[in-house]
């Protein structure tokens, strides 16, 4: 029997099942090993936090050396605020301020341009002042390679919201701090750049899977190219993505087209179809 509990994102299983293992392969991270997700449920339970409500995340990043994807649990500002609010000692914060190259501190950040430097104040019952913690733009930027010009560039988020990326770091190392006995070794989405030990960089997938898409002309080979996607979807960015399903949409056209006589590996006017596996409707 399946044990069933209310949260914050509904009813899910309850922490710690089989269920509730196996409801977070089939939709957060499908690729990630059964370890990763010991691992990750071991955490959930340590913090309380609930990985439904988005409080605490399993992401997956390309590790080169390994070559593989590797699985790590990363905790959203919402779960490290959380945490400390339940330990009963948190007091709230001052800031966030901003500062450029000059070194002076602002409340509000409004120059086109990103800040050099944020830094939180964290206050607990038991302290006299508040602790702060500095986070720089220059440790803390999170980019990628582009992959046109083979440069580094700042990631979209941090491209669109600087002011606000860094001023998550600033605050997730105030209260890390502040509270070393609950938060000591958990970190945050915008904090793994820095926290990982290894490379991120997506490499580009062995297979040109919109080539191979294009030249379907069987039923088993557009099986193939779908089985091609499906494996390199991770590593492929928007505009390929788009190219694939566009490439894709015109394989079922040419397969379902009657011929009159369809020989042998021909799919004739009897195409079944595939299904959408990859793209619409699929994982990502």
């Known amino acids: ?12 299983p309850a922490r710690g099942t089989r269920d509730e293992a196996r409801l977070i392969r ?5 690729k990630a090993s059964d370890a990763e997700i010991r691992v ?18 399993l992401v997956g990043r390309w590790d080169s050396r390994a070559r ?13 605020r959380l945490v400390a609010q339940r330990t009963g000692e948190y007091a709230g914060q001052a800031g966030p301020e901003w500062c450029d190259e000059s070194g002076a501190w602002r409340d509000v950040w409004l120059s086109p341009t990103p800040p050099a430097a944020a830094r939180v104040g964290v206050y607990r019952k038991d302290w006299a002042a508040p602790l702060y913690r500095v986070a720089l733009w220059s440790e803390f930027v999170q980019t990628h ?15 669109r919201m600087p002011s606000v990326m860094l001023a998550k770091c600033a605050e997730m190392q105030a209260l890390r701090a502040a509270f ?8 945050g989405v915008e904090e793994m750049a820095q926290a990982t030990p ?3 960089v997506r490499e580009e997938p062995a297979v040109d899977v919109v080539a191979m898409m294009a030249a379907v002309t069987t039923r088993e080979e557009y099986a193939a190219a779908v089985d091609a996607a499906k494996a390199a979807w991770r590593t492929l960015d928007g505009e390929t993505r788009k190219a694939w399903e566009a490439e894709r949409d015109d394989a079922k056209t040419r397969l379902t087209q009657p011929t009159e006589a369809a020989g042998e590996g021909s799919c ?11 793209g619409q409707g699929g994982r990502e």
């Open 145 to 159: 390679k582009d992959k046109q010009t083979g440069k580094h560039v700042t990631s979209p988020m941090w491209a």
């Open 198 to 200: 290894v490379e991120v």
């Open 180 to 187: 070393p006995n609950e938060l000591s070794g958990v970190y």
């Open 26 to 30: 089939d939709q957060l991270a499908p």
């Open 268 to 278: 004739g006017d009897g195409y079944e179809g595939h299904g959408t596996e990859v």
């Open 40 to 57: 990750f449920l071991a955490l959930c339970q340590r913090l309380d936090l609930d990985p439904f409500a988005r409080q605490i995340y």
């Open 1 to 12: 029997m399946t044990d069933i509990v209310k949260t914050e994102a509904g009813l899910v």
């Open 68 to 80: 593989a994807e590797v699985y790590t649990p990363q905790v959203s500002i919402d779960g490290f």
